[in-house]
């Protein structure tokens, strides 16, 4: 062999090995991105892989209880609506009415079993609707009942 | 009248490129280096230009005046004055402004440091940095005017987002990143020159590496800051996340990593100059790209994004750099032929061979999971993520090659290696290596890839050490120095090699700590009522109480918890949620204890409001702050590397002096 056949040869042997590397990596790793109505369409149930989820937490389907750390709520995309259980607590930007992601799987018939919840946000952030004071609530419950500031 | 004075200084400095890419081009075609001066002049006008436009900014901010709508959108009344200042860099208007003031600034360092040096290519140069910051002036200009009012002016504005004031990281780590991107423009403007003027030889190749050695170390400060921004600031444990924005960051660090170690191959055996042009002009590709990426709204991310005009600007732009790049390559491809040739496969030109092999391979694999679901969106239509699994799966075993390269190397002979020499440089490293390897199994390291991260990243430490210390002690023989004084001169007289290897150190650090942290931590999430406590690991973390007051810019819940280690009391820690009045939601701030063996880190995930009970997550992450400390000894590394050098400057600009060119002789 020559120097240019081996090294030709070095050469292919690892770009075959990362080619083999990347499509198994996209083999497993892709993860198919669904709305509730396509979910729907397949019958509820998709296999044993996960998916995400993708859609709007429905207002006032919102459940969280913090003994069990056990939060339920529905997502939906405007036409169909999806149950979702989920242990842990809910992320700092994940409220009713705004934009979620949640990956996970779903037996036929029951509710999606999230293991990862992604809340969305924008840089371009709305400020609170006219006559609310989103911390008004716990400061009035929080505060004054201690009546001290540090 | 800010705005007015804003715009005007923005739109004579882009008259001002224009003019100055003419004249330059001009001045070089007919030889007059009264128009090459002028050319120069335009740079030193558009840095002044474009000082006054960030100033006017700032006035702006800091002074309140609402009727910038950017202002408005990013500043408020009760705004701490640093995060009005910093909130230049919060949106996208502001931080296109700090790119063209960078670029600017670099463009100005770049001819007054290499105006006498590099003769010929210099109006070139001059040139190629006026057209990029034609282009982001035109930006400024037009999509992502920051000068830009609104009437009538608010009398309040909505401050910076909340999750951009949360954490002082956010004073340097996109400043930072974006003189890492910014950076790379000149390298580009070098290689380009030398492509027009057809002078490839070896002078550009030098001052480019010295130029790529500091965008390299800027772009490793500004991911490495950005990780603990990431860390410290969203509360989820983590500090890289395959993220679009992240992964575009990455990018050019790899090319420009690729194409710091061709270049030495270029250098030393004058092999690789057409692949080291290509290198260049990708990386620098890769820097607009970056940019795209994080501005055009096109992938989702963590990052904010906007939608503007700007997208299909960036993609018109990377479209023809690409174009006119690659031509100018293939158009000089005669030029730079090699003229050496590649003796045997053991050898150091063949190590660097591979090693560019992997990271290219390592940046492609990066580009096509960020862009995976685009295209097959696009192709197929279906949506689909590409999620952390593939990036692990591809790029964990490129990434422990690229450390058994990185011990290997830089050791192995020029040419051709006998076995000899490799057994007496690597047998000994290699044992021990093994060694550390065999005492993580024993401490409970399993799986394949934790133990060659730690095995490899300890040979590569090992060999780094052994030939410092091999140095020192030869030279302490030979001039009877103490070992601390001939191990400093050593590294002082060697400064390319010696910080070179403290880079590589740094990369061990910071391998050893991704594996650490990543394999082997702990999470524990639970609802605490007031005295009672988890354990996690060796820790007992206690609720005590919550307590909660108003700051002027915002309304603070913070949750109190004692931290014992087997009964002893060794902190408190005061993780927070912090609600701000412009945000429905609250942005949590999380309390990390760092020490060198491992982090605890706590979320106040959520409290009941009458304070009875708090649901803390607690995580025990192992050697993170080697990440951090690593990544710090890789810049260090790095400015060794490129610290003057008074003696080799002199026989350089001696060199130089003799090639200079002389305008009126051919």
């Given at each position: 062999m020559t120097k240019k056949t081996k090294l030709l040869l070095g050469g292919g042997i690892v770009v075959a090995a990362l080619a083999y590397l990347i499509n198994s990596g996209i083999q497993e790793a892709t993860v198919y991105y669904i709305t509730p109505s396509e979910l729907k369409a397949k019958g509820g149930a998709v296999s044993d892989r996960s998916f995400r989820l993708g859609g709007m937490v429905v207002p006032g389907s919102l459940h969280w209880e913090p003994q069990t750390l056990k939060l339920t709520f529905r997502l939906t995309d405007g036409k169909e609506e999806v149950p979702v259980e989920h242990t842990g607590s809910p992320p700092d930007l994940f409220k009713e009415g705004a934009g979620a992601v949640v990956e996970g799987k779903c037996v036929k018939g029951g509710p999606f079993q999230s293991s990862m919840i992604m809340a969305k946000h924008s840089e371009e952030y709305k400020p609170?609707?006219?006559?609310?004071?989103?911390?008004?609530h716990i400061h009035r419950t929080l505060v004054q009942p201690q009546g001290t500031q540090p | 009248m800010i705005s007015t004075l804003g715009r005007f200084s923005i739109w004579l400095a882009l008259a001002i490129t224009v003019y100055g890419v003419f004249v330059s081009v001009l001045g070089a075609r007919r030889r007059r280096p009264a128009l090459i001066e002028?050319?120069?002049?335009?740079?030193?006008?558009?840095?002044?230009?474009?000082?006054?436009?960030?100033?006017?900014?700032?006035?702006?901010?800091?002074?309140?005046d609402f009727s910038l709508q950017y202002v408005a959108r990013n500043a408020s009344l009760d705004t701490p004055l640093f995060y009005t200042i910093i909130a230049l860099w919060g949106a996208l208007e502001g931080s296109i402004l700090l790119w063209v003031w960078l670029l600017a600034l670099m463009s100005l360092l770049t001819v007054i440091i290499e105006r006498k040096r590099q003769g010929e290519l210099t109006p070139y140069v001059t040139a190629i940095l006026l057209c990029i910051?034609?282009?982001?002036?035109?930006?400024?200009?037009?999509?992502?005017?920051?000068?830009?009012?609104?009437?009538?002016?608010?009398?309040?504005?909505?401050?910076?987002?909340?999750?951009?004031?949360?954490?002082?990281?956010?004073?340097?780590?996109?400043?930072?990143?974006?003189?890492?991107?910014?950076?790379?423009?000149?390298?580009?403007?070098?290689?380009?020159?030398?492509l027009i003027t057809g002078r490839l030889g070896e002078a550009w190749i030098r001052t480019v590496r010295r130029w790529s050695i500091v965008a390299w170390a800027f772009l490793t400060v500004g991911i490495i800051v950005g990780g603990r921004w990431s860390y410290e600031v969203l509360g989820w444990g983590g500090y890289w996340a395959w993220d679009p924005v992240e992964n575009a960051s990455l990018l050019p660090w790899l090319t420009g990593t690729a194409f710091l170690h061709s270049i030495m191959v270029q250098e030393r055996r004058k092999m690789l100059k057409f692949w080291n042009v290509a290198l260049i002009i990708i990386t620098f590709a890769l820097t607009i790209f970056g940019t795209f990426l994080t501005r055009s709204g096109i992938l989702s991310s963590v990052h904010a994004f906007s939608d503007s005009a700007v997208g299909p600007l960036f993609l018109a732009f990377i479209g023809l750099i690409l174009l006119t790049s690659f031509s100018l390559l293939v158009y000089r491809s005669d030029k730079l032929q090699a003229e050496g040739d590649l003796d045997s496969l053991v050898s150091r030109e063949s190590t660097f061979l591979v090693n560019n092999l992997l990271l290219l391979g390592f940046a492609f694999a990066v580009l096509l999971g960020t862009l995976f679901p685009l295209l097959s969106e696009a192709v197929r239509g279906v949506k689909v993520s590409v999620g952390e699994p593939f990036f692990n799966t591809v790029n964990v075993p490129i990434g422990l090659g690229l450390i058994f390269l990185m011990a290997v190397g830089p050791l192995i002979a020029w040419r051709h290696a006998s076995l000899e020499s490799l057994r007496r440089t690597f047998a000994g490293?290699?044992?021990?290596?093994?060694?550390?390897?065999?005492?993580?199994?024993?401490?409970?390291?399993?799986?394949?890839?934790?133990?060659?991260?730690?095995?490899?990243?300890?040979?590569?430490?090992i060999t780094v050490m052994q030939e410092f210390v091999r140095g020192a002690r030869t030279r302490r023989r030979n001039t009877g120095e103490g070992y601390l004084?001939?191990?400093?001169?050593?590294?002082?007289?060697?400064?390319?090699?010696?910080?070179?290897?403290?880079?590589?150190?740094?990369?061990?650090?910071?391998?050893?700590?991704?594996?650490?942290?990543?394999?082997?931590?702990?999470?524990?999430?639970?609802?605490?009522?007031?005295?009672?406590?988890?354990?996690?690991?060796?820790?007992?973390?206690?609720?005590?109480?919550?307590?909660?007051?108003?700051?002027?810019?915002?309304?603070?819940?913070?949750?109190?918890f004692t931290i014992f280690n087997s009964n002893h009391k060794v902190a408190e820690m005061r993780p927070a949620k912090r609600f701000y009045p412009a945000e429905q939601q609250p942005i949590g701030t999380v309390d990390v204890r760092s020490t060198l063996r491992e982090d605890l880190y706590l979320v106040l995930s959520s409290f009941a409001q009458d304070g009875t009970t708090a649901t803390v997550k607690a995580l025990v992450r192992p050697l993170v702050m080697w990440i951090w400390f690593g990544g710090w000894v890789m810049v260090l590394g790095s400015l060794i590397a490129i610290w003057p050098d008074r003696r080799r400057a002199v026989a350089t600009d001696q060199a130089r002096e003799?090639?200079?060119?002389?305008?009126?002789?051919?």
């Amino acid at each position: 062999m020559t120097k240019k056949t081996k090294l030709l040869l070095g050469g292919g042997i690892v770009v075959a090995a990362l080619a083999y590397l990347i499509n198994s990596g996209i083999q497993e790793a892709t993860v198919y991105y669904i709305t509730p109505s396509e979910l729907k369409a397949k019958g509820g149930a998709v296999s044993d892989r996960s998916f995400r989820l993708g859609g709007m937490v429905v207002p006032g389907s919102l459940h969280w209880e913090p003994q069990t750390l056990k939060l339920t709520f529905r997502l939906t995309d405007g036409k169909e609506e999806v149950p979702v259980e989920h242990t842990g607590s809910p992320p700092d930007l994940f409220k009713e009415g705004a934009g979620a992601v949640v990956e996970g799987k779903c037996v036929k018939g029951g509710p999606f079993q999230s293991s990862m919840i992604m809340a969305k946000h924008s840089e371009e952030y709305k400020p609170p609707e006219k006559g609310q004071t989103p911390t008004e609530h716990i400061h009035r419950t929080l505060v004054q009942p201690q009546g001290t500031q540090p | 009248m800010i705005s007015t004075l804003g715009r005007f200084s923005i739109w004579l400095a882009l008259a001002i490129t224009v003019y100055g890419v003419f004249v330059s081009v001009l001045g070089a075609r007919r030889r007059r280096p009264a128009l090459i001066e002028s050319g120069q002049g335009a740079v030193v006008s558009v840095f002044g230009l474009c000082t006054f436009a960030v100033l006017l900014m700032e006035a702006g901010l800091v002074g309140h005046d609402f009727s910038l709508q950017y202002v408005a959108r990013n500043a408020s009344l009760d705004t701490p004055l640093f995060y009005t200042i910093i909130a230049l860099w919060g949106a996208l208007e502001g931080s296109i402004l700090l790119w063209v003031w960078l670029l600017a600034l670099m463009s100005l360092l770049t001819v007054i440091i290499e105006r006498k040096r590099q003769g010929e290519l210099t109006p070139y140069v001059t040139a190629i940095l006026l057209c990029i910051s034609a282009f982001f002036l035109l930006l400024v200009a037009f999509p992502a005017d920051p000068f830009t009012t609104v009437l009538p002016a608010p009398a309040d504005g909505r401050g910076p987002n909340p999750l951009l004031q949360n954490h002082p990281l956010m004073a340097v780590h996109p400043p930072g990143l974006y003189a890492g991107y910014v950076g790379w423009s000149i390298p580009y403007a070098f290689g380009m020159a030398a492509l027009i003027t057809g002078r490839l030889g070896e002078a550009w190749i030098r001052t480019v590496r010295r130029w790529s050695i500091v965008a390299w170390a800027f772009l490793t400060v500004g991911i490495i800051v950005g990780g603990r921004w990431s860390y410290e600031v969203l509360g989820w444990g983590g500090y890289w996340a395959w993220d679009p924005v992240e992964n575009a960051s990455l990018l050019p660090w790899l090319t420009g990593t690729a194409f710091l170690h061709s270049i030495m191959v270029q250098e030393r055996r004058k092999m690789l100059k057409f692949w080291n042009v290509a290198l260049i002009i990708i990386t620098f590709a890769l820097t607009i790209f970056g940019t795209f990426l994080t501005r055009s709204g096109i992938l989702s991310s963590v990052h904010a994004f906007s939608d503007s005009a700007v997208g299909p600007l960036f993609l018109a732009f990377i479209g023809l750099i690409l174009l006119t790049s690659f031509s100018l390559l293939v158009y000089r491809s005669d030029k730079l032929q090699a003229e050496g040739d590649l003796d045997s496969l053991v050898s150091r030109e063949s190590t660097f061979l591979v090693n560019n092999l992997l990271l290219l391979g390592f940046a492609f694999a990066v580009l096509l999971g960020t862009l995976f679901p685009l295209l097959s969106e696009a192709v197929r239509g279906v949506k689909v993520s590409v999620g952390e699994p593939f990036f692990n799966t591809v790029n964990v075993p490129i990434g422990l090659g690229l450390i058994f390269l990185m011990a290997v190397g830089p050791l192995i002979a020029w040419r051709h290696a006998s076995l000899e020499s490799l057994r007496r440089t690597f047998a000994g490293p290699l044992c021990l290596a093994i060694l550390g390897a065999g005492i993580c199994w024993l401490l409970g390291v399993r799986g394949l890839y934790p133990l060659l991260a730690f095995g490899l990243s300890l040979f590569a430490a090992i060999t780094v050490m052994q030939e410092f210390v091999r140095g020192a002690r030869t030279r302490r023989r030979n001039t009877g120095e103490g070992y601390l004084t001939a191990l400093s001169k050593l590294t002082s007289r060697n400064r390319r090699r010696y910080g070179g290897f403290i880079v590589h150190l740094g990369v061990t650090f910071v391998v050893i700590g991704i594996t650490a942290s990543s394999v082997f931590k702990l999470e524990q999430e639970v609802t605490l009522r007031q005295g009672e406590s988890l354990q996690l690991g060796r820790y007992q973390v206690r609720f005590d109480d919550l307590s909660a007051w108003q700051e002027p810019q915002r309304f603070v819940v913070q949750g109190n918890f004692t931290i014992f280690n087997s009964n002893h009391k060794v902190a408190e820690m005061r993780p927070a949620k912090r609600f701000y009045p412009a945000e429905q939601q609250p942005i949590g701030t999380v309390d990390v204890r760092s020490t060198l063996r491992e982090d605890l880190y706590l979320v106040l995930s959520s409290f009941a409001q009458d304070g009875t009970t708090a649901t803390v997550k607690a995580l025990v992450r192992p050697l993170v702050m080697w990440i951090w400390f690593g990544g710090w000894v890789m810049v260090l590394g790095s400015l060794i590397a490129i610290w003057p050098d008074r003696r080799r400057a002199v026989a350089t600009d001696q060199a130089r002096e003799h090639m200079a060119w002389q305008p009126g002789r051919s």
